[in-house]
T-cell receptor, first 114, second 113 residues
Framework: QKEVEQDPGPLSVPEGAIVSLNCTYS??????FMWYRQYSRKGPELLMYTYSSGNKEDGRFTAQVDKSSKYISLFIRDSQPSDSATYLC??????????????FGTGTQLKVEL | DGGITQSPKYLFRKEGQNVTLSCEQNLNHDAMYWYRQDPGQGLRLIYYSQIVNDFQKGDIAEGYSVSREKKESFPLTVTSAQKNPTAFYLCASSRQEMNTEAFFGQGTRLTVV
């Protein structure tokens, strides 16, 4: 079993829809959680960063972390065609002996259609 | 503009050759990382460095080597010992304090011909 599980999709939604992307994890030491957006043939771009449990909102994006369930989510409101990309979740236990190593999900491919 | 620069964007290698991928950052970050991305497998850590002149193996270090002679630079050499080198390679950097956000370059696509 992978440390981080993420549905690869593809997920196709109409423009304006609310999108929900999710990851589950097994390592209870993870306390830093990130969402990256990656366009085709480009490097990942950091979207959201959260520490421990709770919600964080930034414009149309909301990140949720439920450490008790080992479950994180990214919500995209009023989705746009420009949101079409692969979304990667990533997490870290922080400054352990292994440094700030990130463990990634495999990514969910999202397509927002006109 | 501050950021991470990877070069070249595309690289072709003949079997049996070593190739070196460049990664430079001007973010004044202490830590730098190399990841490999394959379809359906996400990002896997090859090597990372927390300070100059020090680096550690990641999860898939076999067939790769790195150096960290300067804070700004963290080149990756893909050696002939790497059995399946065709992939998308991503370099990242982060600060070493509590903040663990990592920022990525635009990647190098390596193809063995």
């Amino acid at each position: 079993q992978k440390e981080v599980e993420q549905d690869p999709g593809p997920l196709s939604v109409p423009e304006g829809a609310i999108v929900s992307l999710n990851c589950t994890y097994s390592n209870s030491a993870f306390q830093y959680f990130m969402w990256y957006r990656q366009y085709s043939r480009k490097g990942p771009e950091l979207l959201m960063y959260t520490y421990s449990s709770g919600n964080k909102e930034d414009g149309r994006f909301t990140a949720q972390v439920d450490k008790s369930s080992k479950y994180i989510s990214l919500f995209i409101r009023d989705s746009q065609p420009s949101d079409s990309a692969t979304y990667l979740c990533a997490m870290s236990a922080g400054l352990t002996g292994g440094g700030n190593k990130l463990t990634f999900g495999t990514g969910t491919q999202l397509k927002v259609e006109l | 503009d501050g950021g991470i620069t990877q070069s070249p964007k595309y690289l072709f290698r003949k079997e049996g050759q070593n190739v070196t991928l460049s990664c430079e950052q001007n973010l004044n970050h202490d830590a730098m990382y190399w990841y490999r991305q394959d379809p359906g497998q996400g990002l896997r850590l090859i090597y990372y460095s927390q300070i100059v002149n020090d680096f550690q193996k990641g999860d898939i270090a076999e067939g790769y080597s790195v150096s960290r002679e300067k804070k700004e630079s963290f080149p990756l050499t893909v050696t002939s010992a790497q059995k399946n080198p065709t992939a998308f390679y991503l370099c990242a950097s982060s600060r070493q304090e509590m903040n663990t956000e990592a920022f990525f370059g635009q990647g190098t696509r390596l193809t063995v011909v």
